[in-house]
C-alpha cells in the first residue's frame, strides 16, 4: 500500500484500497488473499470489510470469499457515463476514419484507467474492458501521459510501480523508457510496440490541456496497423486529441 497522504483518512483509504484489491482480483478474494496483497493486518482487514458489506459495496458469499457489491455498480455507471457524454462521439468519429479500435485513458495515481471506448467494426479487433487498471510503461498511453510529467515525477513514479514485462517487448529499463519519453515530446505522441500484448500495436496521444493527465489511443493487431498506417491515421488522432482536451475543459 502507498504511503498515507498527509491530511488524509486511514481507514477510507484502506477500505477504498481493499475495493481496489478485489477488483484486481477479478472481483473475489479471500480475506487471507486480501492481507496478502495489501499488507493489513487480518482484524484491519475483516472489520472493514464488514462495514463495507453492511453499505452493500462487498458481498460474503456462501464459500466465505468476498466479492464486488451491488452499489458499486451504480458508482461505476455514472462515472463511465459521465466520461463517455463528451467523449464517446470523438472516439466514434475517430473509429470512422482509421477503423481500429480507440481508447480513452487517464493517469490515476500510479496506474493508467481505461475509462472509455469506441470498438473497430473489425471481426479480429483489440478490446480493453473500461475500468481495467495497467501500470503505464508498457502501455502507449501510459508513455503518453508519462511524457507530460517532468522527469522527476516520472522517475519517482517508476521506481514506485518497477518496470514488470508483460511481453519480452517491454521496457523493463527505467533510464531506457525516461530518455524514449523525449522523443514522445519531440514526436507529439507514444507507440506500444507489442509491449502490452504480442502482435498489438498502438499510437497514443495525450491530451495536452486536460485538467488531468489523458491520452486517447488507437489500437489494432500490427499486421493491419503497420507503421505506414500509423503515419497515415496520425493526422486524425492528433486532431481528436486536441478535440477531447477541449471538451474535457468543459465537461
Known sequence: MAPEPAGGVQSLRRAFDLLERLADAGGEASLSELAATTGLPLPTIHRLIRTLVALGYVRQNSNRRYTLGSRLIRLGETASR??????????????????????????????????????SRHSVRMFTEVGRRVLPHGTGVGKAMLAQLPRDEARALLERTGLPASTPNTITDAAELLASLDLVV????????????VGVRCVAVPLRDAPALAAVSVSGPDSRLTKEAVTRMLPDVLRIAERLSTEATRA
Not at 519531440?186 to 500484448?197: I, M
Open 186 to 197: 519531440e514526436q507529439g505522441y507514444a507507440l506500444d510496440e507489442g509491449e502490452q500484448e
Open 82 to 119: 459521465q466520461f463517455g457524454r463528451w467523449a464517446r462521439p470523438l472516439l466514434a468519429e475517430l473509429v470512422d476514419r482509421v477503423g481500429e479500435t480507440v481508447n480513452l485513458a487517464v493517469l490515476d495515481g500510479d496506474e493508467v484507467v481505461y475509462v472509455a471506448q469506441a470498438p
